[in-house]
């Protein structure tokens, strides 16, 4: 049985309203957007620069996730994901990934962010009757055993989702902040909750590009 990290109220109640008014901002920028167009037009992101194909990621174990580092492809897992020790956090099985009393953020650890933002096709982390919480993954390291200090980033306020190409490194996630496409990542803590520092192994993704989100913005990732 998993152990809930987070059943606050009032942590839910923040964290919905979050990506509550980012989405209402998108979809307002969606109605009358030209500013937004414009400003998105002028990013290219690491995977357009790299040349990788456009071909949706296949589907992987519920225990795993994709993530991206430098516009490549990665996967990470989470120790004791179906175990009886393993932890929830909001929504999310962390199994036994949760680092308890680690420092947060802290400048020896990596930074994994979750964009709630549509991602590459088969990259999203969708949870069944939960569409508002849809996410990726952008790294700042690459294969091996991380630690990770986890960050939330949604849209900012030129974010327009019929126009948006996924960031896929942490200098494009970067660019897409100071254009005011996506908004200034943010901690667990700042989102209503607890610190979250994770270790997880990662592993790189060989011989397969990156789809950049059409109208199936990755759903085939489930759990």
């Keep these: 049985m998993l152990s809930s990290l987070v059943t ?18 998108g979809c307002v920028d969606a109605v009358d957007g030209s500013q937004a167009s414009d400003t ?3 990013l290219l992101s690491t995977a357009d620069r790299s040349g990788h194909p456009s071909q949706p990621l296949p589907e992987i174990g519920e225990d795993e996730e ?8 990665y996967t990470f897992s989470f120790p004791g994901f179906f175990s009886p020790q393993a932890e929830t956090f909001f929504i999310w099985n962390f199994g036994t990934s949760i680092q308890h009393g680690a420092p947060y953020p ?11 933002a549509p991602g590459p096709a088969g990259a999203t982390h969708h949870v069944a009757g939960q569409d508002g919480f849809d996410h990726y993954h952008v790294m700042s390291q690459n294969a091996g055993t991380r630690t990770f200090d986890v960050f939330l980033v949604f849209p900012g306020p030129n974010f327009n989702a019929q126009t948006f190409r996924p960031t896929l490194a942490e200098c ?10 996506l908004a200034a990542p943010i901690t667990t803590s700042d989102a209503g909750f607890g610190p979250l520092v994770i270790r997880v192994p990662v592993s790189k993704v060989k011989d397969h590009g990156h789809g ?12």
């Design 8 to 25: 606050s109220d009032r942590a839910k109640a923040l964290f919905t309203a979050i990506v509550g008014a980012t989405l209402f901002a």
């Design 66 to 73: 994709y993530s991206f580092f430098n516009g490549d492809t």
């Design 106 to 116: 802290a400048s020896n650890h990596g930074r994994l962010y979750g964009v709630f």
């Design 212 to 223: 950049h989100g059409d109208d199936d913005h990755g759903h085939g990732h489930n759990r």
């Design 172 to 181: 494009d996630l970067d660019a897409a902040v100071a254009a005011g496409v």
């Design 40 to 42: 998105e037009s002028t």
